[in-house]
Protein backbone atom coordinates (compact mmCIF):
# COMPACT_ATOMS: atom_id res chain seq x y z
CA UNK A 1 0.00 0.00 0.00
CA UNK A 2 1.70 3.09 -1.12
CA UNK A 3 1.01 6.92 0.90
CA UNK A 4 1.39 10.59 0.74
CA UNK A 5 3.23 11.53 4.28
CA UNK A 6 5.01 14.36 3.63
CA UNK A 7 7.13 15.68 0.43
CA UNK A 8 10.65 14.83 2.38
CA UNK A 9 10.03 11.13 0.66
CA UNK A 10 9.59 11.89 -2.92
CA UNK A 11 11.97 12.77 -5.66
CA UNK A 12 11.88 15.62 -8.39
CA UNK A 13 10.52 12.93 -10.52
CA UNK A 14 7.76 11.88 -8.27
CA UNK A 15 6.82 15.34 -8.09
CA UNK A 16 7.07 16.38 -11.82
CA UNK A 17 4.27 13.17 -12.55
CA UNK A 18 1.79 14.58 -9.68
CA UNK A 19 2.06 18.06 -11.34
CA UNK A 20 1.84 16.99 -14.95
CA UNK A 21 -0.87 14.28 -14.01
CA UNK A 22 -2.60 17.84 -12.15
CA UNK A 23 -2.11 19.35 -15.41
CA UNK A 24 -4.40 16.85 -17.28
CA UNK A 25 -7.33 17.05 -14.14
CA UNK A 26 -7.44 20.66 -14.38
CA UNK A 27 -8.04 20.46 -18.08
CA UNK A 28 -10.89 18.18 -17.32
CA UNK A 29 -12.63 19.96 -14.21
CA UNK A 30 -12.57 22.77 -16.80
CA UNK A 31 -14.85 21.22 -18.75
CA UNK A 32 -18.37 21.34 -18.84
CA UNK A 33 -18.45 17.52 -17.62
CA UNK A 34 -16.17 17.95 -14.54
CA UNK A 35 -16.39 14.22 -13.52
CA UNK A 36 -14.57 11.38 -14.28
CA UNK A 37 -15.17 7.13 -13.56
CA UNK A 38 -11.29 6.58 -12.50
CA UNK A 39 -11.58 6.10 -8.75
CA UNK A 40 -15.53 4.73 -9.25
CA UNK A 41 -15.10 1.69 -7.20
CA UNK A 42 -13.28 3.46 -4.42
CA UNK A 43 -14.35 4.47 -1.00
CA UNK A 44 -12.25 7.28 0.63
CA UNK A 45 -13.04 8.30 4.20
CA UNK A 46 -11.70 11.79 5.11
CA UNK A 47 -10.62 11.92 8.67
CA UNK A 48 -9.98 15.00 9.82
CA UNK A 49 -8.92 16.17 13.75
CA UNK A 50 -8.17 19.91 12.67
CA UNK A 51 -10.52 22.52 11.23
CA UNK A 52 -10.24 22.89 7.80
CA UNK A 53 -11.88 24.72 4.79
CA UNK A 54 -9.74 24.74 2.16
CA UNK A 55 -7.99 21.15 2.40
CA UNK A 56 -11.32 19.47 3.21
CA UNK A 57 -13.45 20.87 0.53
CA UNK A 58 -11.06 20.38 -2.14
CA UNK A 59 -10.07 17.13 -1.04
CA UNK A 60 -14.10 15.96 -1.12
CA UNK A 61 -14.73 17.72 -4.49
CA UNK A 62 -11.19 16.14 -6.31
CA UNK A 63 -12.87 12.67 -4.35
CA UNK A 64 -16.31 13.33 -6.21
CA UNK A 65 -14.71 14.65 -9.59
CA UNK A 66 -12.86 11.26 -9.61
CA UNK A 67 -16.31 9.46 -9.04
CA UNK A 68 -15.03 8.15 -5.64
CA UNK A 69 -17.58 7.23 -2.90
CA UNK A 70 -16.71 9.88 -0.20
CA UNK A 71 -17.99 9.96 3.75
CA UNK A 72 -16.90 12.61 5.95
CA UNK A 73 -15.26 12.47 9.51
CA UNK A 74 -14.82 15.08 12.24
CA UNK A 75 -13.26 14.92 15.60
CA UNK A 76 -15.62 16.94 16.90
CA UNK A 77 -19.19 15.46 17.18
CA UNK A 78 -17.64 11.91 17.11
CA UNK A 79 -16.66 9.18 19.57
CA UNK A 80 -13.03 10.35 19.83
CA UNK A 81 -14.86 12.74 22.20
CA UNK A 82 -16.05 9.56 24.40
CA UNK A 83 -12.12 8.63 24.39
CA UNK A 84 -11.84 6.41 21.40
CA UNK A 85 -8.32 6.18 20.42
CA UNK A 86 -6.91 7.25 16.57
CA UNK A 87 -6.19 3.94 14.98
CA UNK A 88 -9.98 2.22 16.82
CA UNK A 89 -11.61 5.25 15.22
CA UNK A 90 -9.50 4.82 11.90
CA UNK A 91 -10.11 0.82 12.09
CA UNK A 92 -13.58 1.28 12.56
CA UNK A 93 -14.14 3.52 9.76
CA UNK A 94 -11.89 0.83 7.51
CA UNK A 95 -14.56 -1.86 8.63
CA UNK A 96 -16.74 -0.41 6.65
CA UNK A 97 -15.13 -1.28 3.59
CA UNK A 98 -13.10 1.81 3.29
CA UNK A 99 -10.15 2.26 0.87
CA UNK A 100 -8.34 5.40 1.74
CA UNK A 101 -8.03 7.95 4.47
CA UNK A 102 -7.54 11.53 4.12
CA UNK A 103 -6.17 12.73 7.50
CA UNK A 104 -5.69 15.89 9.07
CA UNK A 105 -3.94 15.76 12.68
CA UNK A 106 -2.68 18.37 15.28
CA UNK A 107 -0.24 15.81 16.17
CA UNK A 108 3.14 15.94 14.04
CA UNK A 109 3.89 12.15 12.65
CA UNK A 110 -0.20 10.88 13.11
CA UNK A 111 -0.51 10.08 9.10
CA UNK A 112 2.78 7.91 9.39
CA UNK A 113 1.63 6.24 13.22
CA UNK A 114 -1.41 5.26 10.68
CA UNK A 115 0.19 4.14 7.99
CA UNK A 116 2.58 1.43 9.30
CA UNK A 117 -0.62 0.05 10.95
CA UNK A 118 -3.42 -0.22 8.50
CA UNK A 119 -4.02 -2.14 5.28
CA UNK A 120 -5.19 1.27 3.49
CA UNK A 121 -3.82 4.09 1.37
CA UNK A 122 -3.05 7.32 3.77
CA UNK A 123 -2.81 10.64 2.55
CA UNK A 124 -1.47 13.15 4.76
CA UNK A 125 -3.74 16.65 4.90
CA UNK A 126 -1.47 18.30 7.81
CA UNK A 127 0.25 16.67 10.38
CA UNK A 128 0.40 19.44 13.10
CA UNK A 129 3.69 21.60 12.81
CA UNK A 130 5.39 18.88 10.49
CA UNK A 131 3.94 18.79 6.97
CA UNK A 132 1.89 19.64 4.81
CA UNK A 133 2.28 17.70 1.05
CA UNK A 134 -0.73 18.63 -0.73
CA UNK A 135 -0.36 22.37 -0.03
CA UNK A 136 3.60 22.12 -1.31
CA UNK A 137 2.28 20.49 -4.29
CA UNK A 138 -0.49 22.66 -5.30
CA UNK A 139 1.63 25.98 -4.17
CA UNK A 140 4.26 24.60 -6.71
CA UNK A 141 1.93 23.93 -9.66
CA UNK A 142 0.45 27.32 -8.47
CA UNK A 143 3.82 28.81 -9.36
CA UNK A 144 4.76 26.61 -12.51
CA UNK A 145 1.72 27.93 -13.80
CA UNK A 146 2.45 31.23 -13.57
CA UNK A 147 6.94 31.07 -14.00
CA UNK A 148 7.44 28.19 -16.28
CA UNK A 149 9.80 25.78 -14.56
CA UNK A 150 11.19 26.68 -11.07
CA UNK A 151 14.54 25.90 -11.79
CA UNK A 152 16.57 28.86 -10.28
CA UNK A 153 13.21 30.78 -9.28
CA UNK A 154 13.29 32.55 -6.03
CA UNK A 155 10.78 31.92 -3.68
CA UNK A 156 10.54 33.44 -0.03
CA UNK A 157 8.33 32.11 2.07
CA UNK A 158 7.36 34.91 4.99
CA UNK A 159 5.67 34.67 8.32
CA UNK A 160 5.15 31.83 11.16
CA UNK A 161 8.03 29.34 10.05
CA UNK A 162 8.28 27.40 13.23
CA UNK A 163 4.70 26.56 13.49
CA UNK A 164 3.75 26.50 9.82
CA UNK A 165 3.74 22.57 8.28
CA UNK A 166 3.33 24.46 4.83
CA UNK A 167 6.72 25.79 4.90
CA UNK A 168 8.79 22.80 5.90
CA UNK A 169 6.94 20.85 2.88
CA UNK A 170 7.25 24.13 0.55
CA UNK A 171 11.13 24.24 1.41
CA UNK A 172 11.57 20.14 0.61
CA UNK A 173 9.23 20.63 -2.58
CA UNK A 174 10.90 24.11 -3.95
CA UNK A 175 14.63 22.96 -3.25
CA UNK A 176 13.30 19.51 -5.38
CA UNK A 177 12.22 21.18 -8.14
CA UNK A 178 15.90 23.23 -8.56
CA UNK A 179 14.28 26.41 -6.35
CA UNK A 180 16.11 28.48 -4.47
CA UNK A 181 14.30 29.23 -0.60
CA UNK A 182 14.43 31.95 1.69
CA UNK A 183 12.57 32.21 4.74
CA UNK A 184 11.82 35.88 6.55
CA UNK A 185 10.31 36.83 9.99
CA UNK A 186 11.04 37.34 13.65
CA UNK A 187 14.05 35.07 15.10
CA UNK A 188 11.41 34.38 17.80
CA UNK A 189 9.52 32.47 14.87
CA UNK A 190 12.29 30.71 12.71
CA UNK A 191 13.65 28.02 13.93
CA UNK A 192 17.26 27.46 14.81
CA UNK A 193 18.11 24.29 12.72
CA UNK A 194 16.68 25.76 9.02
CA UNK A 195 19.96 26.94 7.49
CA UNK A 196 21.05 23.10 7.89
CA UNK A 197 18.29 22.77 5.06
CA UNK A 198 20.15 25.16 2.89
CA UNK A 199 17.63 27.82 2.96
CA UNK A 200 18.34 31.68 3.20
CA UNK A 201 16.80 33.72 6.07
CA UNK A 202 16.25 36.98 6.75
CA UNK A 203 14.50 38.95 9.41
CA UNK A 204 13.82 41.98 7.23
CA UNK A 205 10.91 41.65 5.06
CA UNK A 206 11.74 44.27 2.44
CA UNK A 207 15.09 42.28 1.47
CA UNK A 208 13.09 39.41 1.16
CA UNK A 209 10.33 40.81 -1.20
CA UNK A 210 13.57 42.54 -3.23
CA UNK A 211 15.25 39.29 -3.31
CA UNK A 212 12.34 37.09 -4.18
CA UNK A 213 9.99 36.28 -7.70
CA UNK A 214 7.54 34.79 -5.23
CA UNK A 215 6.03 35.67 -1.83
CA UNK A 216 4.39 33.11 0.21
CA UNK A 217 3.14 34.43 2.94
CA UNK A 218 2.17 32.61 6.00
CA UNK A 219 -0.50 33.17 8.88
CA UNK A 220 0.70 33.73 12.60
CA UNK A 221 -0.85 30.54 14.08
CA UNK A 222 -1.34 31.25 17.82
CA UNK A 223 -3.05 28.46 18.12
CA UNK A 224 0.21 26.70 18.28
CA UNK A 225 1.89 28.54 20.68
CA UNK A 226 2.82 27.27 23.61
CA UNK A 227 4.55 30.56 25.35
CA UNK A 228 2.92 34.34 25.43
CA UNK A 229 3.81 35.23 22.00
CA UNK A 230 6.42 37.64 20.67
CA UNK A 231 6.09 39.95 18.75
CA UNK A 232 2.29 40.62 19.40
CA UNK A 233 0.08 40.64 16.15
CA UNK A 234 0.48 44.57 16.19
CA UNK A 235 3.77 44.50 16.33
CA UNK A 236 4.09 41.62 13.38
CA UNK A 237 2.07 43.89 11.23
CA UNK A 238 4.25 47.03 11.68
CA UNK A 239 7.72 45.28 10.76
CA UNK A 240 6.36 42.22 8.79
CA UNK A 241 2.90 42.94 7.70
CA UNK A 242 3.28 43.49 3.50
CA UNK A 243 0.48 46.05 1.58
CA UNK A 244 -0.08 46.43 -2.00
CA UNK A 245 2.20 49.86 -1.64
CA UNK A 246 5.07 47.59 -1.09
CA UNK A 247 4.45 45.16 -3.99
CA UNK A 248 4.07 48.39 -6.04
CA UNK A 249 7.03 50.15 -5.24
CA UNK A 250 9.14 47.44 -5.89
CA UNK A 251 9.37 47.97 -10.00
CA UNK A 252 9.59 44.29 -10.74
CA UNK A 253 7.25 41.46 -11.21
CA UNK A 254 6.39 39.67 -8.08
CA UNK A 255 3.69 36.63 -6.93
CA UNK A 256 2.41 37.05 -3.90
CA UNK A 257 0.76 33.58 -2.20
CA UNK A 258 -1.00 32.66 0.89
CA UNK A 259 -2.35 29.20 1.85
CA UNK A 260 -4.85 30.22 3.88
CA UNK A 261 -6.55 31.25 5.75
CA UNK A 262 -5.56 35.20 6.03
CA UNK A 263 -5.23 36.87 9.11
CA UNK A 264 -6.28 40.17 6.76
CA UNK A 265 -4.21 43.41 8.77
CA UNK A 266 -1.85 41.14 10.25
CA UNK A 267 0.43 39.24 7.31
CA UNK A 268 -1.71 40.76 4.57
CA UNK A 269 -3.12 44.26 4.30
CA UNK A 270 -6.37 43.48 2.13
CA UNK A 271 -5.25 45.50 -0.71
CA UNK A 272 -2.13 43.25 -0.83
CA UNK A 273 -4.66 39.98 -1.06
CA UNK A 274 -6.51 41.66 -3.10
CA UNK A 275 -4.02 42.82 -5.88
CA UNK A 276 -3.43 41.90 -9.88
CA UNK A 277 -0.10 40.37 -7.62
CA UNK A 278 -1.97 37.84 -5.96
CA UNK A 279 -2.52 34.34 -6.91
CA UNK A 280 -4.07 33.50 -3.61
CA UNK A 281 -7.33 31.86 -5.37
CA UNK A 282 -5.37 30.29 -8.54
CA UNK A 283 -3.53 27.97 -5.29
CA UNK A 284 -7.37 27.16 -4.25
CA UNK A 285 -8.49 26.34 -7.65
CA UNK A 286 -5.59 24.32 -8.07
CA UNK A 287 -5.86 22.23 -5.40
CA UNK A 288 -8.57 20.16 -6.96
CA UNK A 289 -6.44 18.71 -9.48
CA UNK A 290 -3.63 18.56 -7.59
CA UNK A 291 -5.40 16.40 -4.83
CA UNK A 292 -7.48 14.42 -7.94
CA UNK A 293 -3.68 13.92 -9.28
CA UNK A 294 -2.11 12.42 -5.45
CA UNK A 295 -5.44 9.85 -5.18
CA UNK A 296 -5.26 8.88 -9.15
CA UNK A 297 -1.54 8.13 -8.54
CA UNK A 298 -2.07 6.59 -5.16
CA UNK A 299 -4.82 4.16 -6.65
CA UNK A 300 -2.61 2.81 -9.50
CA UNK A 301 -0.12 1.44 -7.09
N1 LIG B 1 -4.44 25.90 3.47
C1 LIG B 1 -5.13 25.14 4.32
O1 LIG B 1 -4.69 24.07 4.74
O2 LIG B 1 -6.36 25.66 4.67
P1 LIG B 1 -7.40 24.93 5.60
O3 LIG B 1 -6.81 24.86 7.00
O4 LIG B 1 -8.65 25.76 5.56
O5 LIG B 1 -7.62 23.55 5.06
Redesign the pocket.
Known sequence: VRHLLGIKNLNENDIHTILDTATQFKDVINRPIKKVPSLRDITIANVFFE??????LSFELAEKRLSADVVNFSASGSSVKKGETLLDTVNNILAMKVDMIVMRHSSPGAPHYLSTRIPANVVNA?DGTHE?PT?ALLDAFSMREKLGDLTGKKIAIIGDITHSR?ALSNIFCLQKLGAEVMVCGPSTLIPKHLDELGVKISHNVKEALQWCDVANVLRIQLERQQIKYFPSLREYSLYYGINKAMLDDLNKEIVLMH???INRGVELSSDAADSSHSIILNQVENGVAVRMAVLYLLAQQ
Open positions: NSTRTRGHQVPGP
